[in-house]
């Protein structure tokens, strides 16, 4: 078990729609990355927040969109769905965010577009 | 531009011995963080080790190295007595000291036979 908590494990929802995960961090760490794992995509990096603040985005779509709450958990909202939205989405968290800490995963969110 | 190479997309080890998997990387920062992760069939992603681009020395963790050359770019895995457990999908990372973004590999799966 890495600390990192993730829900729901599963997701199926319908074309159109808005989702929300939820990712809470190991206790103390300060960082969460959001990554998206896809078939013909691979591992993306999505967005990554330090202590409440955004610092770094990667290939996020602007139907997407990130916060990082107070308490240091932080929810992906994924919306206007698309078949394509399909992946399992990860969080991943981490003490600080520099080059040479890593990152522990939660267990993932598998999102189902239909 | 940061980049990760995993050129095996497969590799067949025999039980009980070492296998090395390959990444190289392109980046022009001077300080970086590597990393490696397995994925099992489960899905959940495993932090397996972590070698920095200071670091003189090759990382080690257990039946894991991690063969740095800094010169060649390149940050291969050595798993030493493979087990059948080993089987999963491997990915190395990256992430700039400076940056918060990780990239990941296309990943190289790890079929371990009896």
């Known amino acids: 078990d890495s600390g990192v908590t993730q829900t729901p494990k599963h997701l199926i929802t319908a074309t159109g729609q808005r989702v929300t995960l939820r990712c809470s961090p190991r206790?103390?760490?300060?960082?969460v990355y959001w990554y998206q794992q896809s078939l013909d995509q691979g591992l993306q990096f999505l967005i990554h927040y330090y202590n409440g603040e955004e610092r770094a985005k990667g290939n996020i779509l602007e139907r997407f969109s990130a916060q990082q709450f107070p308490d240091l958990h932080s929810e992906l909202n994924l919306s206007s769905l698309e078949l394509g939205d399909s992946a399992l989405y990860f969080c991943?968290?981490?003490?600080?965010?520099?080059?040479?800490?890593?990152?522990?995963f939660g267990q993932g969110t598998r999102l189902t577009v239909v | 531009a940061q980049k990760i190479t995993q050129t095996q997309p497969g590799m067949f080890v025999q039980e009980k011995e070492a296998v090395t998997l390959d990444c190289t990387y392109d980046t022009s920062d001077q300080s970086y963080g590597l990393f490696w992760y397995k994925q099992p069939s489960s899905g959940e992603m495993i932090f397996l080790i972590y070698?920095?681009?200071?670091?003189?020395q090759n990382a080690t963790e257990g039946r894991y190295s991690l063969n740095f050359q800094k010169a060649r770019k390149s940050a291969n895995l050595v798993i030493s007595a493979s087990q059948l457990g080993d089987s999963a999908m491997y990915f190395c990372a990256m992430r700039e000291t400076g940056g918060f973004k990780t990239i990941f590999g296309a990943g190289t799966r790890l079929f371990v036979k009896a």
């Open positions: 991943a968290s981490s003490f600080l965010g520099q080059g040479n800490t890593e990152a522990f």
């Open positions: 206790s103390g760490d300060l960082s």
């Open positions: 070698q920095g681009s200071y670091d003189e």
